[in-house]
């Protein structure tokens, strides 16, 4: 039961390690430019719906939801 507690935690850690890493990669991030229709409507629909990314790219039409993630958090700095 001691070795499996240890598999368990071990694989708690793998996935805290790989979220630091993602966070780590998103400073690495190409900025994406938006014209600036598009921009504002970014900025629209996140004070409607907040962080819902899909539900924003949704409405902007060839760009993914990460993509207007990505552009909100680039906006921010």
Known sequence: MDKHLRTKQAKTNLVVASSSSE????????????????????????KLVGNRWELIAGRIPGRTAEEVERFWVMKKK
């Open 23 to 46: 966070e780590v990669s998103s400073l690495e991030w190409e900025a994406v430019n938006m014209n600036q229709e598009e921009e504002d409507l970014v900025c629209r629909m996140h």
